[in-house]
């Protein structure tokens, strides 16, 4: 079976717990509690290419936790940058996740721009339009915008990744290349 390892990003309080919560559990909890580090839920689907086991990582969006971020990167194949419909500056704030993302993790992973919480259209200030330009602009693979609240979107962002054409063994970690010092025999440090 195929599996693909999948991290959420974004900042605080855009719903990317939510998220997960709807598509593993089919539940969505308003007073769901901030994220601490991270949490790891998996799912298995199945596409026309048969089965895909999404290993989906959910990452802390607040400030004090941003530095724990990139371990989770590692060996990912796409990467969910989540924002807020109802909040402008959670779309600016991809833009730093995004850098961080180019330079943390692995340089095929595939970008896929997801905004939330659809469902309170009366508060929206951020339009498809814009969500999709962004999108465009990071050479992302996929656009969506979901309700974490009703359930609308979920399934199709999650059926779209398991289709992707990526899997972890395609993925290569980035390594930092350290020449070796005059002196320094191979395998140890005297």
């Known amino acids: 079976m195929r599996s693909l390892k999948v991290v959420l990003v974004g900042d ?3 719903g990317k717990s939510c998220i997960l919560s709807r598509f593993v559990q089919g539940t969505f909890d308003r007073n769901s509690p901030a994220t601490i580090g991270a949490a790891f839920l998996t799912k298995v689907i199945t596409t026309p290419n048969g089965p895909v086991r999404l290993q989906l ?5 607040q400030e004090k936790f941003r530095s724990l971020a990139p371990m989770y990167y590692r060996s990912s194949a796409v990467a969910v940058l989540v924002y807020d419909v109802t909040s402008k500056t959670s779309l600016e704030g991809l833009e730093d996740w995004a850098a961080e ?3 943390k993790a692995p340089h095929n992973i595939k970008l896929i721009v997801l ?3 659809i469902d309170l259209a009366d508060e929206r200030v951020v339009s498809t339009a814009s969500g999709q330009e962004f999108a465009h602009n990071l050479n992302c693979v996929y656009y969506g915008e979901t309700s974490a609240k009703t359930g609308e979107g979920i399934n199709d962002v999650f059926n779209k ?3 992707l054409d990526a899997s972890q063994d395609d993925i290569v970690e980035k390594k930092i290349d350290q020449p070796q010092t005059s002196g320094q025999k191979d395998g140890g440090c005297c």
């Open 57 to 61: 990582w959910d990452t802390a969006g």
């Open 161 to 163: 990744i398991a289709e």
């Open 115 to 117: 905004g939330n919480k």
């Open 101 to 103: 993302i180019a330079d």
């Open 12 to 14: 605080t309080k855009v």
